[in-house]
């Protein structure tokens, strides 16, 4: 069935340092990407996106790659603060169903 | 505007009661969502809605029902709640693909005893 896998499930950095988080999908049918943020009691929120028809897409401090020979895509969060502190999840959903599944989440803990 | 909204925020059951969580969007959006958190599982969907009238079962379909009557509201019920869906419930809701950025209600942490 569908699968997304998402590594590492914590991440711990120095403020400015660089932050990647990296997920890989089963269903090679699959072709939206997004990633979410979620803090503390909050709700996810959608970060950044990705289609089936781009490599890369970036916007400011955040990017993200795709590679769908690998199936796998990733999160980068450069010059990170400490308000970037929180769980991230990726998601994939399937032309097939349209259905997004969720990884099981990154905690990212940046230390001033 | 308020987007996403669900009620309630809270709630305690015991095992064998019954209740229903509401979901409303007022981004008059196609698609609908119920999703649960469970710690270090992610979201699994539960069941979705591609408009009004309709339901599908997701990944986790067992032990919920769900009744999509108006376009804005989506609603989630459990039957005879058990202690394994103890969890926080949250609902979304999208656009019909591509623009289909699915937006998330503030969640319902559920707990059965």
């Known amino acids: 069935g569908e699968n997304v896998e998402q590594h590492p499930s914590t991440l711990s950095v120095q403020e400015g340092d660089s932050a990647v988080i990296k997920c890989t999908y089963s269903d090679s049918a699959s072709n939206y990407f997004p990633w979410y943020k979620q803090e503390l009691g909050k709700r996810p929120q959608l970060i950044i996106d990705i289609r089936s028809n781009v490599g890369e897409k970036k916007d400011q401090r955040i990017a993200v790659t795709l590679n769908k020979t690998a199936k796998h895509f990733s999160l980068h969060i450069t010059e990170t603060q400490p308000e970037d502190s929180a769980v991230y999840f990726c998601a994939a959903r399937s032309s097939n169903t349209g259905k997004l599944i969720f990884g099981q989440g990154t905690t990212l803990q940046v230390k001033p | ?113």
């Not at chain 2, 539960?46 to 339901?55: A, D, K, L, N, R």
Request: with cysteine.
């Open chain 2, 1 to 113: 505007n308020a987007g996403v909204t669900q009620t309630p925020k809270f709630r305690v059951l015991k095992t064998g009661q019954s209740m229903t969580l509401l979901c409303a969007q007022d981004m008059n959006h196609e698609y609908m969502y119920w999703y649960r958190q469970d710690p270090g599982m992610g979201l699994r969907l539960i069941h979705y809605s591609v408009g009004e009238g309709t339901t599908a079962k997701g990944e986790v379909p067992d032990g919920y029902n769900v009744s999509r009557l108006k376009k804005q509201n989506f609603l989630l019920g459990l039957e005879s709640a058990a202690p394994s869906q103890t969890s926080v419930y949250f609902c979304a809701s999208s656009s019909r693909p591509p623009t289909d950025t699915q937006y998330f209600g503030p969640g319902t942490r559920l707990t059965v005893l």
